[in-house]
């Protein structure tokens, strides 16, 4: 199957400080990724779905100005978590769809945030 | 109201034997599909079957098949001859419609334990 990965795979912060978290698709052209949340034995929440060369569509209740997403090519999006506080500690997992059409919709290794 | 439901928040079963893991939908749309992911402590999201709410034959994949009752909203796992490997968190997911923009909605997750 396709391949996404995620980078960095573990990060560690101070509060007030900005994190950016990669997800890349490495071996196909994702024109829709998508981005999850996870809290601790809780299921995935949908954060965000990012279409290549536009806006992203967030969920509601997710702000927009805090968590930044940019789709700026076919295989990489970016998640900014800015201003980060110890809330926002969690596994950030993201996800691509390989064009249009298709079933299957592929998942990073995801992330962990600790803000400390 | 809850578009995926996973009754079971944890499930025992003996190593070799078969377990079913349940899940319940909600939809209003003709045209779906349904999935189910393996999440083990690692963190990543494996994919293990799909079924589209077209399909006439329950989805098959190596030990895991799906049991799709549409008329009740059902799709259940059934995970046969079980391994210690497969202790692991599982979801079911939910896609409404075709397209490839269209987001995936999660259950809350069955933890399923395996014992030797």
């Known amino acids: 199957g396709a391949v996404v990965s995620q980078h960095p795979s573990r990060v560690i912060c101070k509060s007030g400080t900005s994190v950016k978290i990669e997800c890349r698709s490495l071996?196909?052209?994702?024109?829709?990724m998508f981005w999850y949340r996870q809290f601790p034995k809780q299921s995935l929440m949908l954060m965000a779905t990012?279409?290549?060369?536009?806006?992203?569509?967030?969920e509601q209740g997710v702000e927009k100005d805090k968590f930044l997403i940019n789709h700026a090519s076919l295989t990489l999006s970016t998640l900014t978590v800015t201003s980060a506080h110890p809330e926002d500690s969690s596994f950030y997992i993201c996800?691509?769809?390989?064009?249009?059409?298709?079933?299957?919709?592929?998942f990073g290794p995801g992330t962990r945030l600790t803000v400390l | 109201a809850q578009k995926i439901t996973q009754t079971q928040p944890g499930m025992f079963v003996q190593e070799k034997e078969a377990v079913t893991l349940d899940c319940t939908y909600d939809?209003?749309?003709?045209?779906?599909?349904l999935f189910w992911y393996k999440q083990p402590s690692s963190g990543e999201m494996i994919f293990l079957i799909y079924?589209?709410?077209?399909?006439?034959q329950n989805a098959t994949e190596g030990r895991y098949s799906l049991n799709f009752q549409k008329a009740r909203k059902s799709a259940n796992l059934v995970i046969s001859a079980s391994q210690l490997g497969d202790s692991a968190m599982y979801f079911c997911?939910?896609?409404?419609?075709?397209?490839?923009?269209?987001?995936?909605?999660f259950g809350a997750g069955t933890r399923l334990a395996v014992h030797p």
């Open positions: 996800s691509a769809r390989q064009g249009a059409v298709g079933n299957e919709q592929f």
């Open positions: 071996d196909f052209q994702a024109t829709t």
């Open positions: 990012s279409n290549e060369g536009s806006k992203a569509t967030y």
């Open positions: 939809t209003s749309d003709q045209s779906y599909g």
């Open positions: 079924q589209g709410s077209y399909d006439e």
């Open positions: 997911a939910m896609r409404e419609g075709n397209g490839g923009y269209n987001k995936l909605i």
